[in-house]
């Protein structure tokens, strides 16, 4: 007979197992957790009225109006994918880089981060990046598993760069501000684009035929016509950029949002409308073609996240939570044992899917264990979305991969490309980006500033000067008059003098005479060391 105790075990392996299925994965959750939760009703291990409250717990969840961030923001990079922003940056970037050893791989660098701080869709981004780019590097001579590779790991980049709608969704499940999440980010993905372009330098030193040059003579712009091109793409970008982030708080040294992300999203999809039209590209087919991409992508969002709410549901009813907390807080090693199990597990789920899925089943399992191991949960997301930048990326599933294969047959079917191009090279080639990205995980985990240096920083009491000031009391040389004083309780965050007089006197004036009893007064001495304790 199963005992409770043993369900929420038996519950995660089905989750695994349906996942392994391929169904649809809403659709299996919901499933699941519907028969586990009958289940658990005809065991009596909680009451039909705790199923009954379900539909109101998942019209409580989609109410909420952070999500209307995400079609917004999907409306703005589905627009800016349509309208032909990446040909023209691609364009101009590589004449501009092309005459260097490896100057197309850094112009998809450059452009794929640019591109994905602005519209924020891999498939999009690795679609458009390789119906310019890819004839480009297989008619001067570019090794395939190189082109294949930085192509798709360029568009992955998308899910790091602000305003990623991974970040979004990893702010709303761990309770934290988008504009943090946002400042976070920055600093690892600034270094993933220094990692894929140290890549590229090292491989043109070392394998020079791999990523040759292009000849200059292949350039048709040249001198200012070719800056003025570059310009035109990159200035009005990082005014919207600027215009979307800034107006929420999500650039550093920004402390103060004027807009909720709802509204900076909402911003950003009017800018997209005006950026299509100052490329004079804005048409109704695209204005449609976009639409019907955001509802897609919003359909599918919502579904899952119905489905994941189910289950987490009747999961966490049959003590599932307790069950996940204890087994991951029991773990040899602390906080790094902690780490190095959920990227690993992470990285294995990354395999079957995407990242919607992980941050909507998984994350909500592992947020209330990490903030438990008194991890940074800003921190925490940041590194999950690095992490979840190889579900895209490595075989059987990466849903790049698939995009690159698909536009490469295309692209063959139309003699665009002189030969076909294998899925041998697209999978193998794709093999050290991962390597690459997996690099930065481990230097997120080993030095968290790469995240925590663009964050507020909170002003916090000096402790070693605070317990100086303790022994100096103890030996009876605290006594330097009211100057002193002043910085006593400055230093431990006590109110000042008048404040505290004044919440004394309120405090008497509540509790009558018999409070001014120096008896029944805290303990200075005691006061200040809890506060010590407390910094």
């Known amino acids: 007979m199963i005992t409770m105790a043993q369900f929420p075990p038996l519950m995660f392996a089905g ?42 717990n ?65 498939a999009g981004q690795v679609i458009a990046m390789a119906m310019i780019s890819l004839p480009v590097m297989m008619r001067y001579g570019y090794n395939m598993r190189y082109a294949t590779g930085v192509l798709a790991a360029s ?46 330098f090292a491989l043109s030193r070392i394998k020079p035929d791999h990523v040759p040059g292009v000849p200059a003579s292949a350039r048709t712009l040249h001198g200012w016509a070719l800056w003025k091109k570059c310009l035109r793409g990159i200035i009005p970008s990082a005014i919207l950029i600027f215009a979307v982030l800034g107006s929420m708080g999500g650039l550093p040294g920004i402390d103060t949002a004027i807009c909720t992300p709802t509204e900076a ?13 100052l490329h004079r590209r804005l048409s109704w087919p695209v204005v449609k073609e976009a639409t019907i991409g955001t509802m897609r992508i919003t359909a599918m969002v919502v579904f899952i996240l119905i489905g994941s709410r189910i289950f987490s549901l009747v999961f966490q009813g049959v003590e599932g939570g307790v069950w996940i907390e204890h087994m991951l807080l029991n773990l040899p090693g602390g906080q790094i ?35 438990t191991l ?26 790049a991969l698939f995009y690159l294969r698909g536009i490469a047959d295309t692209l063959y079917k139309n003699k665009a490309l002189p030969r076909r191009i294998e899925s041998n090279d697209i ?37 070693d000067k605070a317990t100086e000031m303790l022994q100096n009391i103890d030996a009876g040389q605290g ?45 200075p001495m005691d006061a200040l060391r809890r506060a010590v304790e407390e910094t």
Request: charged letters at 10%.
């Open 15 to 56: 989750l695994i197992l349906i996942m392994l299925i391929g169904f649809p994965v809403a659709f299996s959750l919901a499933a699941l957790g519907l028969a586990c939760g009958l289940f658990a009703v005809s065991q009596g291990w909680f009451p039909v009225a705790f199923m009954s409250a379900l539909p109101q």
């Open 58 to 122: 998942v019209f409580g969840i989609l109410s909420n109006e952070l999500l209307l961030a995400i079609p917004f923001f999907t409306l703005m990079g589905t627009l800016l994918e349509k309208c032909g922003l990446a040909e023209d940056m691609l364009d101009s970037m590589g004449q501009l880089f092309g005459p260097v050893r490896g100057g197309l791989g850094y112009s998809v660098i450059i452009v794929g981060f640019i591109l994905g701080a602005i519209t924020g869709t891999v």
């Open 155 to 200: 568009g992955t980049i998308t899910q790091l760069v602000p305003p990623s709608l991974v970040l979004v969704v990893l702010a709303e499940q761990l309770g934290r501000p988008v504009g943090d999440m946002y400042k976070g980010a920055w600093g690892p993905s600034i270094l993933q684009v220094l990692i894929f372009a140290l890549y590229t």
């Open 265 to 277: 999203s909402a911003m950003g999809a009017v800018g997209a409308f005006i950026l299509a039209a």
């Open 337 to 371: 044992g902690f780490l190095i199990a959920v990227n690993l597990f992470i990285f294995f789920l990354a395999f079957f899917l995407d990242f919607f899925e992980i941050a909507f089943i998984i994350l909500p399992l592992l947020g209330p264990v990490a903030h």
């Open 374 to 399: 008194g991890i940074d949960l800003v921190w925490f997301g940041v590194m999950l979305c690095v992490n979840m930048q190889t579900s895209f990326m490595h075989p059987p599933f990466g849903f």
């Open 427 to 463: 999978y193998l080639g794709a093999i050290p980006w991962v390597l690459m990205q997996l690099m930065l995980v481990a230097v997120v985990i080993l030095f968290p500033v790469t995240v925590t240096a663009f964050l507020d920083k909170e002003e916090a009491g000096d402790l």
């Open 479 to 523: 006594g330097r008059g009211q100057e002193s004083d002043e910085e006593t309780r400055r230093l431990f965050g006590l109110p000042d003098a008048a404040s505290d007089a004044a919440s004394g006197a309120a405090s008497g004036a509540a509790s009558g005479p018999g409070s001014s009893n120096p008896s029944e007064r805290e303990d």
